[in-house]
Every structure is written in C-alpha cells, then in structure tokens.
C-alpha cells in the first residue's frame, strides 16, 4: 500500500479494528473515525431487543400468526432492574440514557473509568466480574482489542445471575460463542440480543438460531435514517479542522 499524497483518513464505521492503524500513524496522516454516528440506532436497538425478551413478543407474534387469543403471565417489566454497560463511549452513553429513562439503575464498566450523571458508577474493567454479578441487563458496547477479546467468556458469564439478558452490539470477538452456547443451553440466561458474531454471516447449523430466548440480526444495529446527516457533518467538520 503507497498512500503518500494521503493527508486525512475519515473511517465510517467507529471501530478502528479493521485498519492498519500502524501504517497511519507512521505515514502522519490523520485519521477520524465515525464516533457517534451510529449511537443513536444502536441504543434504540439495544433497548427494543431487551424489551422483546421481558415481553416476550415472540410469543404473542406466533399466536397472531395462528389468529391464537392466549394470554401470558410471564412477562416481565424493565422498571427497577439493573443494567451495566460495558464500554462507557458514544453508543454505551446513548444506552445509559435509554435505560435510565425506563426507570432502570444504569452503571457502567470501562477501561477508563469517571464520573459521568448518565451512570450510577463507572467502575473500572478489572472490577467486571463483581459488576457482572449484580446485573439483569448487560449491553457490550466496548471496542475489540486484545485485552478485550473474550472477555465475556465462561467465568464471566458464570458471574451473571440468573436469567440475566446479554446485548452484544459491539464486535462478535468479545464474547466466547462456545461459552455463551454452553450458558444459554443450560438455562442459566434469561436470553440474549446479538447482532454481531464472531464469525459473520453467522454458520446456519449454529444453535442460536433455534434459541427461542435469543435475538439474531445480521450486524443491523448501526441503521438508522439519521446516519446520512450525522456522517456529513463530521467529514465537513474533520475536514474544516485539516
């Protein structure tokens, strides 16, 4: 790759874990990428797919299929349950605002921990395990790196109470599929919202298509009919600023 005329690099997407950061940075061309773009429709996605399990759409949607009217006692409600974010930037911030609007006790986990109104307490990530422990609700919205890379793995998700509900709208590599499989099939999850795999498109013969308490979208999350705006005015202010 020869890019010696190139002076500024603006990445759509938020995630720098597809480009040769390396290279960038020893050729001085600046580089930005879409932070909070896409916080928006993945906050509103986070929080409709958690909705779905506590009210178990999918029930109601196949007896309406079946013209069926049959009621069910097992819903539950979002108001009052605890919900840690992990991963404290643009998407997880706009999650934190959702939930606590629903009347939710929102903390967070992140490598860089501080003070913000949108969470009760931001601890910092080697306190994860005990944050995991107290959480009905968990959303990753972290970057994949190497220090997060299975991070939610068989001793993290052994942590979570029981019937606790996981959203991934961050990078499949952060949870061990093997281990949530394993987790899931036990019954120890309440269920899961997943929209990013570690291998995509996600293998039809996986187990979690069959999982009746597991939400799949095909790396979706991001869509939102704000995007177009949104991404206009950060290249123009980027390159306003170059």
């Not at 093997?178 to 498109?201: R, Y």
């Amino acid at each position: 790759m020869n890019l010696s005329n190139l002076k500024l690099f603006q990445l759509t997407s938020a995630g720098f874990d597809r480009i040769d950061v390396n290279y960038i940075n020893a050729n001085g061309i600046t580089m930005h990428n879409a932070r909070g773009v896409y916080s928006v429709p993945m906050a509103e996605y986070a929080l409709c797919g958690v909705l779905q399990l506590l009210k178990n759409t999918r029930f109601f949607d196949e007896n309406q299929k079946k013209r069926e009217w049959v009621k069910n006692r097992s819903v539950l409600e979002l108001c009052g349950k605890s919900v840690c974010i992990v991963g404290c930037g643009n998407v997880g911030t706009e999650c934190a605002k959702r939930f606590k609007a629903f009347g939710c006790n929102v903390y967070g986990v992140d490598l860089y921990p501080r003070q913000d109104e949108g969470y009760s307490v931001i601890y910092p990530l080697q306190d994860l395990k005990s944050a995991l422990s107290n959480a009905s609700v968990v959303v990753l919205t972290l970057p994949l790196t190497e220090e997060s890379r299975h991070i939610i793995n068989a001793e993290a998700l052994s942590a979570l109470p029981d019937g606790a509900i996981l959203v991934n709208i961050a990078r499949g590599g952060v949870v061990d599929t093997g281990a949530l499989i394993d987790v899931l099939s036990a019954g120890k999850l309440g269920g899961a919202v997943l929209d990013v795999f570690e291998e995509e498109p996600l293998s039809e013969d996986s187990p979690l298509w069959g999982m009746d308490n597991v939400i799949i979208t095909p790396h979706n999350s991001f869509v939102g009919d704000g995007n177009a705006q949104r991404l206009a005015h950060i290249i123009m202010t980027n390159l306003r600023g170059n």
